[in-house]
């Protein structure tokens, strides 16, 4: 089992910046990739971005240029820098792993407003 925390969502303006952290613990051993996904009211969850356990990033074409993912060498650590924030991002951020076995983890998620 892996257990995944995230951190840092809240309320931003139009144009503002935020930054999500999601914490990993448990058995983090065969982690293949990491990354976020969102859900915003009366929509599927879809992917944002995710980067694998050789670094290669993917983006949502929406968000491109502005988010950017990292994550730290352990693997205990996977975080979405979101700038030039757009009401069309309002949505639960999910943080998301997978193990070799395929299978998926996911946190709790964490609410990102942006509003004026």
């Known amino acids: 089992q892996v257990q995944l925390v995230e951190s840092g969502g809240g309320l931003v303006q139009p144009g503002g910046s935020l930054r999500l952290s999601c914490a990993a613990s448990?058995?983090?051993?065969?982690?293949?990739?990491m990354g976020w996904y969102r859900q915003a009211p009366g929509k599927q969850r879809e992917l944002v971005a995710i980067?694998?356990?050789?670094?290669?990033?993917n983006y949502a074409d929406s968000v491109k240029g502005r988010f950017t993912i990292s994550r730290d060498n352990a693997k205990t650590m996977v975080d979405l820098q979101m700038n030039n924030l757009k009401p069309e991002n309002t949505a639960v951020y999910y943080c998301?792993?997978?193990?070799?076995?395929?299978?998926?983890?996911w946190g709790q998620g964490t609410q990102v407003t942006v509003s004026s």
């Open positions: 998301n792993v997978r193990k070799m076995s395929m299978d998926n983890y």
């Open positions: 448990g058995s983090i051993s065969s982690i293949t990739a």
């Open positions: 980067i694998t356990i050789g670094r290669s990033k």
